[in-house]
């Protein structure tokens, strides 16, 4: 399988401190073994065949419920996911490498069995993803984009929650925060215009729900907003 790279790595800089100053060695083979996969945006594109689906059969090699944190960063919910439901498998993904270490490191001390990270663009992995396989999904604090106005942009972001819904099981669950109000809007209106999800907004985000970006914010005073969307049942 290829692990290689990606050459837009840091395409999307992390508000705050840059991916590429932080302090941290790569796992050894073994640990990496375990819990790494590092995948290539060409190959990824070109060739998704060759790679594993984003399931738990494919990556843990069980039937357990799937929950994906796309844009995991250093794996703070995906760690914690983890630790507290050990009959759920968790796989982060997040374009930058090195905080994904931090987050394989956490995993070790944690001597957790069931999560796995994928250093890639979750945009590009989009058709690994299969139908009805999904229990829950996180999309927390991403970058907030300057092109809400851009059609182009508007439906490679509709693309991603369609099929983020076609992966959720039924009455399977979507989050997503952020601390940019026309960030929200525009994900708002995706939503609620797109796709066949019921919709609950709150002005608070889950207690359960921790990122380093959450702590980070939430220190600063910044108003947090999310949306907890749920996969209909359909009836037919």
Same mark, same amino acid.
């Given at each position: 399988?290829?692990?290689?790279?990606?050459?837009?790595?840091?395409?999307?800089?992390?508000?705050?401190?840059?991916?590429?100053?932080?302090?941290?060695?790569?796992?050894?083979?073994?640990?990496?073994?375990?819990?790494?996969?590092?995948?290539?945006?060409?190959?990824?594109?070109?060739?998704?065949?060759?790679?594993?689906?984003?399931?738990?059969?494919?990556?843990?090699?069980?039937?357990?419920?799937?929950?994906?944190?796309?844009?995991?960063?250093?794996?703070?919910?995906?760690?914690?996911?983890?630790?507290?439901?050990?009959?759920?498998?968790?796989?982060? *993904?997040?374009?930058?490498?090195?905080?994904?270490?931090?987050?394989?490191?956490?995993?070790?001390?944690?001597?957790?069995?069931?999560?796995?990270?994928?250093?890639?663009?979750?945009?590009?992995?989009?058709?690994?993803?299969?139908?009805?396989?999904?229990?829950?999904?996180?999309?927390?604090?991403?970058?907030?984009?300057?092109?809400?106005?851009?059609?182009?942009?508007?439906?490679?972001?509709?693309?991603?929650?369609?099929?983020?819904?076609?992966?959720?099981?039924?009455?399977?669950?979507?989050?997503?925060?952020?601390?940019?109000?026309?960030?929200?809007?525009?994900?708002?209106?995706?939503?609620?215009?797109?796709?066949?999800?019921? *919709?609950?907004?709150?002005?608070?985000?889950?207690?359960?729900?921790?990122?380093?970006?959450?702590?980070?914010?939430?220190?600063?005073?910044?108003?947090?907003?999310?949306?907890?969307?749920?996969?209909?049942?359909?009836?037919?």
């Amino acid at each position: 399988m290829p692990e290689r790279e990606s050459s837009d790595i840091y395409a999307a800089m992390a508000r705050g401190r840059h991916p590429t100053r932080i302090q941290i060695d790569p796992p050894d083979e073994q640990t990496a073994t375990k819990y790494f996969h590092s995948w290539y945006g060409g190959d990824l594109f070109r060739e998704p065949h060759r790679f594993p689906a984003l399931t738990s059969q494919d990556l843990f090699g069980n039937n357990n419920p799937l929950e994906i944190d796309f844009g995991c960063g250093h794996g703070v919910l995906a760690c914690g996911r983890a630790r507290e439901y050990s009959g759920c498998n968790i796989v982060g *993904i997040d374009a930058s490498r090195k905080p994904l270490y931090c987050a394989i490191r956490d995993a070790v001390e944690l001597k957790l069995d069931n999560i796995k990270f994928i250093h890639a663009d979750y945009n590009v992995m989009l058709p690994l993803l299969r139908p009805g396989t999904v229990t829950t999904a996180y999309y927390l604090f991403p970058n907030p984009p300057e092109d809400y106005h851009i059609d182009r942009a508007n439906a490679k972001r509709r693309l991603l929650l369609q099929r983020i819904h076609d992966a959720l099981i039924p009455g399977g669950q979507f989050y997503f925060a952020t601390d940019d109000m026309p960030f929200l809007k525009c994900m708002q209106h995706i939503l609620k215009n797109s796709l066949q999800y019921q *919709i609950f907004e709150s002005e608070t985000i889950d207690p359960g729900i921790s990122t380093c970006y959450r702590q980070r914010w939430e220190q600063q005073g910044r108003p947090l907003r999310s949306i907890v969307v749920e996969k209909t049942v359909s009836l037919s």
